[in-house]
């Protein structure tokens, strides 16, 4: 069983910044990806970011140049790091684990950005 846990959401003006972090716990030892998707109200699930196993990442188009996916000295850490926020950005964000071929979730933290 695998658990991911969110911290780091919350309410930020327009152009402010934001870290969220995902620590997974449990049969992670075949972790192929972690990355971070969001879903605003009345909108699809969007991937935003992705950083796998060997370090290659990718993004969603929007958020390219303002946020940053890392990972801890653990793997089994990873960080979202949001700048330049817009009210656009705002959605629930959930950390996403994909081990071998299967996906485990965390329960999403909320960042909304005023404007």
């Known amino acids: 069983q695998v658990q991911l846990v969110e911290s780091g959401g919350g309410l930020v003006q327009a152009g402010g910044s934001l870290r969220l972090s995902c620590t997974a716990s449990g049969s992670i030892g075949s972790m192929v990806a972690m990355g971070w998707y969001r879903q605003a109200p009345g909108k699809q699930r969007e991937l935003v970011a992705r950083?796998?196993?060997?370090?290659?990442?990718n993004y969603l188009d929007s958020v390219k140049g303002r946020f940053t996916i890392s990972r801890g000295n653990a793997n089994s850490v990873v960080y979202l790091q949001m700048n330049s926020l817009k009210p656009e950005d705002t959605a629930l964000y959930s950390c996403n684990a994909l081990i071998i071929r299967s996906d485990y979730w965390g329960p999403g933290t909320q960042v909304t950005v005023s404007s």
């Open positions: 950083i796998t196993r060997g370090g290659t990442t």
